[in-house]
């Protein structure tokens, strides 16, 4: 069983930054690709990011390319979001997730184990 807990959410104005970071514990973090996923009221839960275990490859949403970054450190057993430019459109419950292989992957029925969210906000 794996525990994921992110942290860091709140409430921003357009523009500005936020770095979400989720802690996981239970299992080798460090077999596994790591993703972020965000759903928005009325809206499908949508993937956000991909990182794979080592940290080689990262994958983003056309959406957030560029500004948005992924990253991990799997002596910590954690993973983060550094999310720039914040746009209204970018208000979303937050997800991190792990999955079930090594490699990246958009699709969340490959991801295993999921955390229980954090709210981004940002006003116009």
């Known amino acids: 069983q794996v525990q994921l807990v992110e942290s860091g959410g709140g409430l921003v104005q357009a523009g500005d930054s936020l770095r979400l970071s989720c802690a996981a514990s239970g299992r080798t973090f460090s077999n596994y690709a790591m993703g972020w996923f965000r759903q928005a009221p009325g809206k499908e839960r949508d993937f956000v990011a991909a990182?794979?275990?080592?940290?080689?490859?990262?994958y983003y949403s056309d959406s957030v390319r560029g500004r948005f970054t992924i990253s991990r450190d799997n002596a910590k057993n954690t993973a983060s979001l550094q999310m720039n430019s914040l746009k209204p459109e970018d208000t979303a419950v937050y997800y991190c997730?792990?999955?079930?292989?090594?490699?990246?992957?958009?699709?969340?029925?490959?991801?295993?184990?999921w955390g229980q969210g954090t709210q981004v906000t940002v006003s116009s």
């Open positions: 997730a792990v999955a079930r292989y090594m490699d990246i992957t958009s699709r969340p029925y490959e991801y295993a184990y």
């Open positions: 990182i794979s275990n080592g940290g080689g490859r990262t």
